[in-house]
């Protein structure tokens, strides 16, 4: 193939050989969208939980932002190196997964619980498809208040003495809000795998920029 399309007689340079590939157009990636909304809950999260002076409180916020940055930085440079786009998408997918292990650190050094994978609570969440902090708090909420009402329920009819031998307690805010930004840091990181698999791909394909102004050039020599 010479990544030459014919159209009404004429023949035009083909997506593979574009110079300038399109490129950008980040803020309708749903990985950069996540990335954006498990940033603006770690700075909530932080703000509330971590202490403002510790090192971890500036490093779980950068962490965050450096997936959010790095997403853009590589749909922007796809244009021109599709090596960079990998490389930084990588760094964005990377940045995430040492946030995610803060998080859990949080909830271990706290003797909070980190809900299973089958836990409901994520499914409700990844479900409510929140688009912005503010209704992730409200989905917090709600999961505090349905804890607090399941525990009413359970000691219906139980003597004091078992209950309070037996009965679970509610989930605290500070687990919810940490489960809850691992269920939306989870859902960012395999949507940037498929990412990096597609980009993978088109490097494979369409080769990068180097390449596509030696074909450029061989194209123009056969026709001149």
């Given amino acids: 193939m010479d990544g030459v399309d014919k159209v009404d007689g004429k023949r035009r340079v083909g997506r593979r050989d574009q110079l300038l590939q399109r490129h950008g157009g980040y803020r309708s990636l749903k990985s950069f969208q996540l990335a954006q909304l498990v940033y603006d809950v770690t700075v909530r999260f932080c703000d509330r939980y971590i202490d403002k002076r510790s090192r971890t409180h500036d490093q779980m916020v950068q962490a965050a932002r450096s997936g959010v940055q790095n997403i853009a930085e590589g749909s922007k440079a796809s244009g021109t190196s599709k090596k960079s ?95 809850a930004a691992l269920v939306l840091i989870a859902v960012a990181c395999g949507l940037l795998d498929r990412q990096l698999a597609a980009q993978a791909r088109a490097f494979e394909n369409e080769g990068g920029f180097t390449e596509r102004m030696y074909r450029r050039r061989v194209e123009t020599r056969r026709n001149t």
């Fill in 85 to 179: 786009e990998l490389k930084l998408t990588n760094v964005a997918r990377a940045s995430l997964e040492e946030l995610r292990l803060d998080y859990e650190d949080f909830l271990r050094q706290r003797g909070l619980a980190l809900w299973e994978r089958t836990d409901p609570r994520r499914a409700e969440l990844i479900d409510r498809r929140c688009t912005n902090v503010e209704e992730v708090a409200a989905w917090a909420r709600d999961a505090h208040a349905k804890g607090l009402q399941n525990e009413n329920i359970e000691s219906v009819g139980v003597s004091t003495q078992s209950t309070q031998s037996t009965q679970s307690t509610p989930s605290t805010f500070p687990e919810i809000a940490a489960n």
